[in-house]
Protein backbone atom coordinates (compact mmCIF):
# COMPACT_ATOMS: atom_id res chain seq x y z
CA UNK A 1 0.00 0.00 0.00
CA UNK A 2 1.24 3.43 -1.21
CA UNK A 3 2.24 5.96 2.11
CA UNK A 4 0.88 8.88 2.36
CA UNK A 5 2.79 11.93 1.41
CA UNK A 6 4.42 13.85 3.80
CA UNK A 7 3.71 17.65 5.19
CA UNK A 8 -0.02 17.24 3.09
CA UNK A 9 -1.84 20.69 4.19
CA UNK A 10 -5.23 19.60 4.60
CA UNK A 11 -6.56 23.43 5.32
CA UNK A 12 -5.38 24.54 2.37
CA UNK A 13 -7.50 21.62 0.35
CA UNK A 14 -10.42 22.61 1.94
CA UNK A 15 -9.80 26.14 1.04
CA UNK A 16 -8.97 25.33 -2.69
CA UNK A 17 -11.51 23.54 -2.81
CA UNK A 18 -14.12 25.93 -1.75
CA UNK A 19 -12.56 28.68 -3.90
CA UNK A 20 -12.82 26.08 -7.18
CA UNK A 21 -16.04 25.70 -9.51
CA UNK A 22 -17.84 22.41 -9.31
CA UNK A 23 -17.83 21.41 -13.30
CA UNK A 24 -21.34 19.46 -13.20
CA UNK A 25 -23.46 22.21 -11.24
CA UNK A 26 -23.33 25.85 -10.73
CA UNK A 27 -21.99 26.23 -7.34
CA UNK A 28 -18.63 25.84 -5.51
CA UNK A 29 -16.47 22.36 -5.33
CA UNK A 30 -18.36 20.32 -2.45
CA UNK A 31 -16.47 17.32 -0.84
CA UNK A 32 -18.86 14.74 -2.60
CA UNK A 33 -18.00 16.06 -5.79
CA UNK A 34 -14.61 15.99 -5.21
CA UNK A 35 -14.68 12.84 -4.56
CA UNK A 36 -16.76 11.74 -7.52
CA UNK A 37 -14.17 13.31 -9.59
CA UNK A 38 -11.03 11.55 -8.69
CA UNK A 39 -12.59 8.25 -7.78
CA UNK A 40 -12.76 7.71 -3.95
CA UNK A 41 -15.19 8.47 -0.77
CA UNK A 42 -16.81 11.99 0.41
CA UNK A 43 -15.25 10.72 3.99
CA UNK A 44 -11.49 10.14 2.71
CA UNK A 45 -11.64 13.70 1.12
CA UNK A 46 -13.13 15.45 4.68
CA UNK A 47 -10.63 12.99 6.22
CA UNK A 48 -7.59 14.63 3.86
CA UNK A 49 -9.09 18.01 4.87
CA UNK A 50 -8.64 17.58 8.44
CA UNK A 51 -5.36 15.89 8.52
CA UNK A 52 -6.69 12.61 10.09
CA UNK A 53 -5.04 10.97 6.62
CA UNK A 54 -2.69 12.10 3.89
CA UNK A 55 -2.86 11.21 0.41
CA UNK A 56 -0.57 9.37 -1.52
CA UNK A 57 1.47 10.89 -4.42
CA UNK A 58 -0.79 10.26 -7.55
CA UNK A 59 -4.13 11.31 -4.94
CA UNK A 60 -2.30 14.63 -3.94
CA UNK A 61 -2.26 14.85 -8.16
CA UNK A 62 -5.41 14.17 -8.46
CA UNK A 63 -6.93 16.33 -5.69
CA UNK A 64 -4.69 19.62 -7.07
CA UNK A 65 -5.66 19.05 -10.74
CA UNK A 66 -9.56 18.58 -9.76
CA UNK A 67 -9.45 21.90 -7.32
CA UNK A 68 -6.98 23.94 -10.01
CA UNK A 69 -3.89 24.34 -8.57
CA UNK A 70 -0.45 23.05 -7.96
CA UNK A 71 0.20 20.25 -5.78
CA UNK A 72 3.16 21.91 -3.70
CA UNK A 73 0.48 24.55 -2.77
CA UNK A 74 -0.90 21.68 -0.79
CA UNK A 75 1.79 20.87 1.13
CA UNK A 76 3.21 22.34 4.01
CA UNK A 77 6.47 25.03 3.08
CA UNK A 78 9.61 24.53 2.88
CA UNK A 79 9.38 21.68 0.61
CA UNK A 80 12.06 18.42 0.92
CA UNK A 81 13.15 16.88 -2.28
CA UNK A 82 10.87 14.13 -1.21
CA UNK A 83 7.88 16.80 -1.46
CA UNK A 84 8.70 18.05 -4.91
CA UNK A 85 8.61 14.10 -6.08
CA UNK A 86 5.15 13.48 -4.65
CA UNK A 87 3.34 16.51 -5.86
CA UNK A 88 4.06 15.54 -9.28
CA UNK A 89 2.44 12.45 -8.31
CA UNK A 90 5.79 10.08 -8.33
CA UNK A 91 6.65 6.90 -6.33
CA UNK A 92 10.52 6.46 -5.53
CA UNK A 93 10.55 3.68 -7.53
CA UNK A 94 8.64 5.97 -10.39
CA UNK A 95 10.92 8.85 -10.49
CA UNK A 96 14.23 6.57 -9.53
CA UNK A 97 12.73 4.54 -13.37
CA UNK A 98 12.80 7.90 -14.71
CA UNK A 99 16.41 9.12 -13.79
CA UNK A 100 17.40 5.48 -14.98
CA UNK A 101 19.05 5.23 -11.37
CA UNK A 102 18.49 2.11 -9.31
CA UNK A 103 15.99 2.65 -6.24
CA UNK A 104 18.65 2.56 -3.54
CA UNK A 105 20.71 5.21 -5.42
CA UNK A 106 18.50 7.84 -6.03
CA UNK A 107 17.01 7.18 -2.28
CA UNK A 108 20.70 8.29 -1.08
CA UNK A 109 19.83 11.74 -2.82
CA UNK A 110 16.51 12.03 -1.31
CA UNK A 111 17.21 10.69 2.39
CA UNK A 112 20.78 11.94 2.52
CA UNK A 113 21.20 14.60 -0.09
CA UNK A 114 23.66 12.67 -1.73
CA UNK A 115 24.11 13.25 -5.50
CA UNK A 116 25.87 9.95 -7.76
CA UNK A 117 29.19 10.88 -8.65
CA UNK A 118 29.21 8.07 -11.63
CA UNK A 119 26.41 9.75 -13.12
CA UNK A 120 26.58 13.24 -14.33
CA UNK A 121 24.08 15.73 -14.93
CA UNK A 122 21.45 13.83 -12.49
CA UNK A 123 21.19 17.47 -10.52
CA UNK A 124 19.43 18.90 -14.19
CA UNK A 125 17.52 15.67 -14.58
CA UNK A 126 16.02 16.18 -11.91
CA UNK A 127 14.97 19.54 -12.23
CA UNK A 128 13.58 18.71 -16.10
CA UNK A 129 10.89 15.69 -14.56
CA UNK A 130 9.76 17.55 -11.63
CA UNK A 131 9.71 20.64 -13.81
CA UNK A 132 11.89 23.01 -10.92
CA UNK A 133 14.40 25.49 -11.36
CA UNK A 134 17.88 24.44 -10.41
CA UNK A 135 17.50 26.96 -7.28
CA UNK A 136 14.27 25.77 -6.12
CA UNK A 137 16.33 22.12 -6.48
CA UNK A 138 18.72 23.54 -4.65
CA UNK A 139 16.64 24.69 -1.69
CA UNK A 140 14.34 21.59 -1.65
CA UNK A 141 17.55 19.92 -1.16
CA UNK A 142 19.14 21.39 1.76
CA UNK A 143 15.95 20.80 3.49
CA UNK A 144 16.23 17.25 3.59
CA UNK A 145 16.85 16.25 7.75
CA UNK A 146 20.05 14.48 7.17
CA UNK A 147 21.40 17.87 4.94
CA UNK A 148 19.99 20.08 8.00
CA UNK A 149 21.77 17.77 10.75
CA UNK A 150 25.12 17.94 9.16
CA UNK A 151 24.64 21.94 8.74
CA UNK A 152 23.43 22.33 11.87
CA UNK A 153 26.53 20.01 13.44
CA UNK A 154 29.06 22.34 11.11
CA UNK A 155 27.64 25.22 13.18
CA UNK A 156 28.68 24.25 16.34
CA UNK A 157 31.54 22.82 15.56
CA UNK A 158 32.89 25.72 13.47
CA UNK A 159 31.35 28.52 15.71
CA UNK A 160 34.67 29.28 17.89
CA UNK A 161 36.82 28.58 14.68
CA UNK A 162 35.21 31.21 12.85
CA UNK A 163 34.79 33.76 15.79
CA UNK A 164 38.94 33.56 16.29
CA UNK A 165 39.11 34.40 12.35
CA UNK A 166 37.83 37.73 13.07
CA UNK A 167 39.66 38.44 16.58
CA UNK A 168 42.58 40.43 16.56
CA UNK A 169 45.79 38.87 16.99
CA UNK A 170 47.97 35.89 14.52
CA UNK A 171 45.88 33.88 12.46
CA UNK A 172 45.10 30.06 13.49
CA UNK A 173 44.15 27.97 10.96
CA UNK A 174 42.30 24.76 11.54
CA UNK A 175 44.46 21.77 11.79
CA UNK A 176 43.82 18.43 10.80
CA UNK A 177 44.70 17.05 13.92
CA UNK A 178 42.55 19.25 16.39
CA UNK A 179 39.25 18.04 17.28
CA UNK A 180 37.13 20.29 15.17
CA UNK A 181 38.54 18.88 12.02
CA UNK A 182 37.92 15.56 12.89
CA UNK A 183 34.31 15.50 14.05
CA UNK A 184 33.73 17.49 10.76
CA UNK A 185 35.47 14.74 8.77
CA UNK A 186 33.36 12.34 10.50
CA UNK A 187 30.16 14.42 9.58
CA UNK A 188 30.89 14.72 6.27
CA UNK A 189 32.59 10.72 5.77
CA UNK A 190 36.08 12.89 4.07
CA UNK A 191 39.77 12.78 5.40
CA UNK A 192 40.57 15.55 7.82
CA UNK A 193 43.09 16.93 5.61
CA UNK A 194 40.12 17.79 3.22
CA UNK A 195 38.09 19.75 5.75
CA UNK A 196 40.92 21.52 6.84
CA UNK A 197 41.91 22.91 3.71
CA UNK A 198 38.74 24.07 2.53
CA UNK A 199 37.61 25.75 6.67
CA UNK A 200 41.31 27.69 5.98
CA UNK A 201 40.56 29.02 2.61
CA UNK A 202 36.75 30.55 4.47
CA UNK A 203 38.62 31.57 7.22
CA UNK A 204 41.15 33.34 5.28
CA UNK A 205 38.34 35.32 3.54
CA UNK A 206 36.64 36.26 6.69
CA UNK A 207 40.13 37.23 8.11
CA UNK A 208 40.75 39.48 5.13
CA UNK A 209 37.04 41.28 5.66
CA UNK A 210 38.10 41.84 9.20
CA UNK A 211 40.81 43.75 7.88
CA UNK A 212 39.37 45.64 6.02
CA UNK A 213 36.60 46.59 8.69
CA UNK A 214 39.54 47.49 11.04
CA UNK A 215 41.03 50.21 8.54
CA UNK A 216 37.55 51.24 7.55
CA UNK A 217 37.32 51.89 11.27
CA UNK A 218 40.52 53.68 11.88
CA UNK A 219 39.82 56.06 8.87
CA UNK A 220 37.03 57.16 9.81
CA UNK A 221 38.12 57.89 13.14
CA UNK A 222 40.59 60.02 11.78
CA UNK A 223 38.64 61.43 9.02
CA UNK A 224 36.98 64.76 8.98
CA UNK A 225 33.23 64.60 9.92
CA UNK A 226 31.65 65.21 6.44
CA UNK A 227 33.55 61.99 5.52
CA UNK A 228 32.48 60.30 8.66
CA UNK A 229 29.15 59.14 6.16
CA UNK A 230 30.73 57.26 3.60
CA UNK A 231 32.96 55.34 5.98
CA UNK A 232 29.63 54.12 8.30
CA UNK A 233 27.91 52.66 4.88
CA UNK A 234 30.92 51.04 3.50
CA UNK A 235 31.37 49.51 7.43
CA UNK A 236 27.88 48.61 7.02
CA UNK A 237 28.01 47.14 3.41
CA UNK A 238 31.04 44.95 4.97
CA UNK A 239 29.00 43.74 8.27
CA UNK A 240 26.45 42.29 5.54
CA UNK A 241 29.33 40.83 3.54
CA UNK A 242 30.86 39.42 6.88
CA UNK A 243 26.97 37.72 7.82
CA UNK A 244 27.03 36.57 4.33
CA UNK A 245 30.13 35.02 4.46
CA UNK A 246 29.23 33.13 8.13
CA UNK A 247 25.97 32.23 6.52
CA UNK A 248 27.46 30.37 3.45
CA UNK A 249 29.96 28.24 5.46
CA UNK A 250 27.47 24.47 5.44
CA UNK A 251 27.05 25.22 2.57
CA UNK A 252 30.34 25.57 0.87
CA UNK A 253 31.22 22.52 2.40
CA UNK A 254 28.17 20.60 1.97
CA UNK A 255 28.92 21.62 -2.11
CA UNK A 256 32.81 20.80 -1.65
CA UNK A 257 32.75 18.08 0.48
CA UNK A 258 29.63 16.09 -0.01
CA UNK A 259 28.75 16.98 -3.87
CA UNK A 260 31.87 17.99 -5.56
CA UNK A 261 32.71 17.81 -9.18
CA UNK A 262 33.78 14.95 -10.11
CA UNK A 263 37.94 14.79 -10.56
CA UNK A 264 38.13 14.08 -14.28
CA UNK A 265 35.45 17.09 -15.15
CA UNK A 266 37.33 19.66 -13.17
CA UNK A 267 40.77 18.83 -14.50
CA UNK A 268 39.41 18.81 -18.16
CA UNK A 269 37.95 22.43 -17.23
CA UNK A 270 41.37 23.55 -16.17
CA UNK A 271 42.73 22.54 -19.30
CA UNK A 272 40.06 24.42 -21.08
CA UNK A 273 41.46 27.18 -18.85
CA UNK A 274 45.19 26.95 -19.82
CA UNK A 275 43.97 26.24 -23.33
CA UNK A 276 42.28 29.97 -23.41
CA UNK A 277 39.83 31.76 -25.73
CA UNK A 278 41.01 29.21 -28.69
CA UNK A 279 39.94 25.98 -26.90
CA UNK A 280 41.36 22.30 -27.23
CA UNK A 281 40.57 20.33 -30.29
CA UNK A 282 38.20 17.43 -29.46
CA UNK A 283 40.86 15.16 -30.38
CA UNK A 284 42.65 15.94 -27.05
CA UNK A 285 39.31 14.75 -25.02
CA UNK A 286 37.64 12.23 -24.41
CA UNK A 287 34.07 11.46 -25.85
CA UNK A 288 32.89 10.58 -22.22
CA UNK A 289 34.49 13.98 -20.44
CA UNK A 290 32.68 16.23 -22.89
CA UNK A 291 29.61 15.03 -22.49
CA UNK A 292 29.61 14.52 -18.55
CA UNK A 293 30.74 18.29 -18.55
CA UNK A 294 28.24 18.84 -21.44
CA UNK A 295 25.06 17.38 -18.93
CA UNK A 296 26.43 17.92 -15.41
CA UNK A 297 26.07 21.77 -16.49
CA UNK A 298 23.41 21.46 -18.62
CA UNK A 299 25.22 22.97 -21.52
CA UNK A 300 26.14 26.85 -20.30
CA UNK A 301 29.78 26.11 -19.34
CA UNK A 302 31.56 24.97 -22.75
CA UNK A 303 31.39 26.39 -25.70
CA UNK A 304 32.09 25.48 -29.62
CA UNK A 305 34.95 28.16 -31.16
CA UNK A 306 36.05 27.10 -34.48
CA UNK A 307 39.33 25.27 -33.52
CA UNK A 308 37.26 22.71 -30.94
CA UNK A 309 36.06 22.37 -27.46
CA UNK A 310 36.33 25.30 -25.14
CA UNK A 311 34.51 27.38 -21.74
CA UNK A 312 31.99 30.04 -22.87
CA UNK A 313 32.12 33.11 -20.84
CA UNK A 314 30.11 31.71 -17.62
CA UNK A 315 32.21 29.02 -18.34
CA UNK A 316 35.32 31.20 -17.29
CA UNK A 317 33.48 33.17 -14.38
CA UNK A 318 32.41 29.53 -12.91
CA UNK A 319 36.38 28.41 -13.17
CA UNK A 320 37.52 31.17 -11.58
CA UNK A 321 34.77 31.31 -9.02
CA UNK A 322 35.24 27.93 -7.93
CA UNK A 323 39.08 27.23 -8.29
CA UNK A 324 39.97 28.20 -4.69
CA UNK A 325 38.42 25.02 -3.91
CA UNK A 326 38.44 22.97 -6.06
CA UNK A 327 42.69 23.80 -6.32
CA UNK A 328 43.11 22.11 -2.80
CA UNK A 329 40.94 19.91 -3.10
CA UNK A 330 42.03 17.94 -6.64
CA UNK A 331 45.55 18.96 -7.49
CA UNK A 332 45.77 20.87 -11.24
CA UNK A 333 46.64 18.61 -14.04
CA UNK A 334 49.38 20.09 -15.63
CA UNK A 335 50.75 23.07 -13.64
CA UNK A 336 50.10 25.83 -10.83
CA UNK A 337 47.49 27.76 -12.71
CA UNK A 338 47.36 32.20 -12.34
CA UNK A 339 44.51 33.52 -10.73
CA UNK A 340 44.93 36.67 -13.48
CA UNK A 341 42.91 35.26 -16.54
CA UNK A 342 44.42 37.70 -18.61
CA UNK A 343 47.15 35.42 -18.83
CA UNK A 344 45.58 33.10 -20.88
CA UNK A 345 43.75 35.41 -22.84
CA UNK A 346 40.62 35.67 -20.98
CA UNK A 347 39.49 39.02 -20.39
CA UNK A 348 39.37 40.14 -16.98
CA UNK A 349 35.68 40.55 -15.25
CA UNK A 350 35.97 41.45 -11.82
CA UNK A 351 36.97 44.92 -12.14
CA UNK A 352 34.18 45.22 -14.96
CA UNK A 353 31.22 44.28 -13.09
CA UNK A 354 32.00 44.92 -9.62
CA UNK A 355 29.55 43.58 -6.64
CA UNK A 356 27.15 41.90 -9.69
CA UNK A 357 30.39 39.30 -10.03
CA UNK A 358 30.36 39.06 -6.10
CA UNK A 359 26.68 37.80 -6.29
CA UNK A 360 27.43 35.59 -9.35
CA UNK A 361 30.86 34.06 -7.64
CA UNK A 362 27.70 33.40 -4.16
CA UNK A 363 25.70 31.53 -6.74
CA UNK A 364 28.72 29.58 -8.51
CA UNK A 365 30.07 29.15 -5.12
CA UNK A 366 26.99 27.73 -3.33
CA UNK A 367 25.44 25.53 -6.10
CA UNK A 368 22.92 28.11 -7.05
CA UNK A 369 21.18 28.72 -10.34
CA UNK A 370 23.32 31.03 -12.14
CA UNK A 371 20.79 31.21 -15.15
CA UNK A 372 18.83 33.83 -13.48
CA UNK A 373 22.13 36.10 -13.60
CA UNK A 374 22.51 35.72 -17.39
CA UNK A 375 19.10 36.32 -18.45
CA UNK A 376 18.64 39.04 -16.54
CA UNK A 377 19.27 42.52 -18.31
CA UNK A 378 22.06 43.60 -16.10
CA UNK A 379 23.88 40.71 -17.22
CA UNK A 380 23.02 41.24 -21.27
CA UNK A 381 26.46 42.49 -22.15
CA UNK A 382 28.20 39.46 -20.65
CA UNK A 383 25.79 37.13 -21.88
CA UNK A 384 27.17 34.17 -24.20
CA UNK A 385 27.42 34.44 -27.75
CA UNK A 386 26.36 31.00 -28.71
CA UNK A 387 23.15 29.02 -27.48
CA UNK A 388 23.45 27.27 -24.27
CA UNK A 389 21.10 24.61 -23.24
CA UNK A 390 20.13 21.26 -25.88
CA UNK A 391 21.48 23.21 -28.59
CA UNK A 392 25.03 23.49 -27.34
CA UNK A 393 24.81 19.97 -25.72
CA UNK A 394 24.19 19.05 -29.16
CA UNK A 395 27.24 20.56 -30.66
CA UNK A 396 29.56 19.22 -27.51
CA UNK A 397 28.16 15.50 -28.39
CA UNK A 398 29.27 16.32 -32.14
CA UNK A 399 32.46 17.61 -31.15
CA UNK A 400 33.30 14.69 -29.04
CA UNK A 401 33.58 12.78 -32.05
CA UNK A 402 37.06 12.92 -33.24
CA UNK A 403 37.73 14.93 -36.71
CA UNK A 404 34.58 16.60 -36.95
CA UNK A 405 33.99 20.14 -37.10
CA UNK A 406 31.53 20.89 -34.23
CA UNK A 407 30.91 24.40 -35.83
CA UNK A 408 28.67 22.81 -38.54
CA UNK A 409 26.36 20.84 -35.79
CA UNK A 410 25.16 24.15 -34.49
CA UNK A 411 23.26 25.06 -37.59
Partial sequence: MTRGVTGFNGAALRAA?????????????????????????????????????SPSPQRLADLARAVGVNASELQLNPLELSDLRTSRGLTISALADQLGLAVNTYRQIET???????????????????????????????????????????????????????????????????????????????????VSKVVNLLLMSLRQLALQHAQLMASRDYAAHSKTQVYSEELDRIAIRVKDELASVPDILERYLVNPMPQPCWHSLAKLYLAGPSGLHPSTMSKEIITALAKSFHGYLLDVPPSGIGLSTPGVLFFLDTLPYYRVIYAPPERVIRPDPQFYGWPSFRARFGLRRHRLRTAHVLGLDPHPHWDGGSWMTIRPTRPTGSATRDALNAAALVGSNPDESLF
Fill in 17 to 53: RRAAPCPDHPHTLTASCLARQIGTSKALVLSYESGRS
Fill in 112 to 194: RGVLPRRRPGVFWDLTRVLDVSATELHWAIRQIPAVCQRRDRADILLKRVLDGARSPGPFKPLQDTSEAAIELAAVYGVAPSA
